[in-house]
């Protein structure tokens, strides 16, 4: 509750913001913030822990549902990661200017709360605990666990449609994925608008080219 009334206010004050913002927004006396975390800066590392973790982008791509077409459930899960990685560019990114990220100070560790991914029985193996090692964000094995938590979650979206697929559902989720956080990136001035996420979907599933006497 703490942290969820938090990131919005993290993102937009930066670590200017205060516990007694924080405690008005959650609907509880400052004091109980401190019951539950040592001082300020821990409440900012559990937000960036709960920017740059997976756990809640996963239970949004598992709420798509698998009757739709494939082009319609990846659309969805292209704006529930794009989502995601906004969020945590805001939150990162506004305690960064405002120090709270400096070089060798410390941060989470990254881990996303559990091994992998949550299945769409909503099970998972879960770590819930933080070593102490701070960062502006998660070390790059933790980074690699993201990926391929975010990679599962896309394949089951793809697997009802294996035989279909030219590649392997894995393969065409890290093609997604590679597509999608490109897009993401903020173009160079003067570049052409990033792909929209149904251009997106269009090229992975179909390719660039057009088809012989059609005009897409």
């Keep these: 509750m703490v942290v969820a009334a938090a990131l919005p206010l993290v993102a937009e004050y ?6 007694s913002q924080i405690a008005r927004a ?3 006396g400052e004091a109980t913030i401190f019951r539950a975390f040592k001082d300020k800066d821990e ?13 809640h982008v996963l239970r949004e791509l598992a709420t ?3 009757d739709e077409p494939l082009d319609v459930r990846l659309t969805e899960a292209a704006e529930a990661l794009r989502a995601h990685m906004e969020r945590m560019g805001t ?13 060798g100070r410390g941060g989470p560790d990254g881990r996303e709360g559990h091994d992998g991914r949550e299945g769409r029985d909503g099970r998972g193996d879960r770590d819930e605990g933080r ?7 998660p070390p790059p094995d ?3 666990q993201s990926f391929l938590a975010l990679r599962d979650g896309v394949v089951e979206l793809i697997e009802p449609d294996r035989d279909a697929c030219r590649l392997s559902p894995e393969k065409v989720a890290t093609a997604f994925l590679g597509l999608l956080f490109t897009r993401l990136h903020t173009p160079a001035p003067g570049a052409e608008a990033p792909l929209s996420p ?11 080219l057009k088809h012989p006497g059609s005009d897409r």
């Design 91 to 103: 939150v990162v990114g506004a305690l960064h200017a405002s120090g709270h990220l400096r070089p």
């Design 142 to 144: 933790a980074r690699a």
């Design 14 to 19: 930066g670590a200017a913001v205060t516990t």
């Design 64 to 66: 798509i549902s698998l």
């Design 198 to 208: 149904e251009e997106l979907i269009a090229v992975l599933l179909h390719g660039s």
């Design 26 to 28: 959650a609907g509880i």
């Design 131 to 137: 070593d102490g090692q701070h960062g502006a964000g």
């Design 43 to 55: 409440v900012l590392d559990a937000c960036v822990a709960e920017a740059v973790g997976t756990d």
